[in-house]
C-alpha cells in the first residue's frame, strides 16, 4: 500500500486543523493505521492509531483531548483531526500502516513495527 499524506498547514495557537492520508494499491481496510511525528531536533514519536474501523483507538497523552484519528475505509482514507493546538505540536506528521490489526496494545504505538509510510506534512503552529 502507498500513502500520500496532506492538509499540513500553518494555524495560530488554540486553532484546528485536520491531515489526511490517502491509501492507494491495497485494501485499507486489511492494514492498521497511525500517525507519527517529528518535531524540530526530536526523535519521531507516536501520535495516534487506529487497528480497524469503528475499533479502539491509542492516543499519546500529549494529544488527548485534543486529537482524533479516524478512518474511512471506503475512501480509503485516516484522518487526524487536531484540536486546540500547540506551538509544541509543530512537527513533520507521517502516516503510516502495517498489515493486519490483531496485535498487542504496545505493537501499535511502537513505530518501527509499520512497514508503509507516507512522505510526511508539515503542521506549524504560531504562539
Known amino acids: 500500500v502507498q500513502l500520500q499524506a496532506s492538509g499540513g498547514g500553518l494555524v495560530p495557537a488554540g486553532g484546528s486543523l485536520r491531515v489526511s492520508c490517502r491509501a492507494s494499491?491495497?485494501?485499507?481496510?486489511?492494514?492498521?493505521v497511525g500517525w507519527f511525528r517529528q518535531r524540530p531536533g526530536k526523535e519521531r514519536e507516536f501520535v495516534a492509531a487506529?487497528?480497524?474501523?469503528?475499533?479502539?483507538?491509542y492516543k499519546a497523552d500529549s494529544v488527548k483531548g485534543r486529537f482524533t484519528i479516524s478512518r474511512d475505509d471506503a475512501k480509503s482514507t485516516v484522518y487526524l483531526q487536531m484540536n486546540n493546538l500547540k506551538p509544541e505540536d509543530t512537527a513533520v506528521y507521517y502516516c503510516?500502516?502495517?498489515?493486519?490489526?490483531?496485535?498487542?496494545?504496545?505493537?501499535?504505538?511502537?513505530?518501527?513495527?509499520?512497514?508503509?509510510w507516507g512522505q510526511g506534512t508539515q503542521v506549524t503552529v504560531s504562539s
Open positions: 494499491g491495497d485494501t485499507l481496510r486489511m492494514y492498521a
Open positions: 487506529m487497528p480497524r474501523s469503528n475499533g479502539r483507538t
Open positions: 503510516a500502516a502495517v498489515y493486519g490489526a490483531y496485535y498487542a496494545d504496545s505493537f501499535y504505538v511502537d513505530g518501527s513495527e509499520y512497514d508503509h
